[in-house]
């Protein structure tokens, strides 16, 4: 899987280098690169914005940088990425879609800024635009972190085991049931004894029920899907 962000603050995902997601890019199981929008302005000011037609607040991004940032990514390629543009606006992200998207070998992450980017662009390049959340960011590289964690986590050999994230929160609809370790007791709060006992089929049973309990208390809403 290889990620390219276009951006205007490529200096952000350094953090991309941390924890599991680090470690996953030494392997050579993922790969991110990061290209500055910015880079390909061709006036001297570097200005990659400008007021929007018609009036309003704030700033728009200019087409032409970013359809040039995009076309030096695509240089080397013999077919068209998967490009997604990090949007207020797109279909919130779902662990049903980061599965989907875990499939595909390529994909270029758009990050808006300002009052997001000129619609041609987005017309011209953009397969789909996704949200993280009903609410709005400064920018999209934020979100784009949030979509290459939750992606790149799924895809074979970066967790341990499948069952890292097949058990987890939404993976089956539901929320994750609680989790407990050592010491068997902390401020008077004590462990289930069903999680002492060894008896694997009860644990199974008790997980399959708070999952449930904790969806119902939580996210009723998870229930009606």
């Known amino acids: 899987m290889k990620f390219d962000i276009l951006t205007l603050f490529p200096d952000m995902f350094d953090i991309l280098n941390e924890s599991i997601i680090g470690r996953a890019e030494k392997k050579g199981l993922i790969e991110f690169n990061t290209t500055n929008i910015r880079d390909f302005a061709i006036n001297k000011?570097?200005?990659v914005d400008?007021?929007?037609y018609g009036g309003g607040y704030g700033m728009v991004m200019q087409p032409q940088p970013i359809y040039?940032?995009?076309m030096k990514v695509c240089e080397p390629l013999d077919k068209k990425p998967h490009v997604i543009y990090m949007s207020p606006k797109g279909k919130v992200l779902t662990q049903k879609r980061a599965s989907e998207l875990s499939e595909m070998e390529h994909?270029?992450?758009?990050?808006?800024?300002y009052e997001g980017v000129d619609q041609r662009i987005i017309d011209k390049i953009v397969d789909e635009e996704i949200s993280i959340g009903d609410y709005v960011l400064t920018g999209g590289e934020l979100p784009a972190m949030?979509?290459?964690d939750t992606v790149s986590r799924m895809i074979e050999g970066v967790l341990k085991t499948e069952e890292s994230f097949t058990l987890e929160s939404h993976y089956n609809g539901l929320l994750e049931h609680?989790?407990?370790?050592?010491?068997p007791e902390f401020m008077g709060e004590k462990v289930p004894d069903v999680l002492l006992s060894g008896d694997h089929k009860k644990i199974e049973e008790w997980r399959k029920e708070m999952s449930y309990k904790e969806t119902l208390n939580k996210r009723p809403d998870l229930l009606n899907k």
Not at 178 to 183: A, I, K, M, N, V
């Open 146 to 148: 949030v979509l290459i």
């Open 178 to 183: 609680p989790q407990y370790t050592r010491p």
């Open 45 to 47: 000011h570097g200005q």
């Open 50 to 52: 400008d007021y929007p």
């Open 68 to 70: 040039d940032a995009y």
């Open 107 to 113: 994909i270029v992450i758009l990050c808006g800024h």
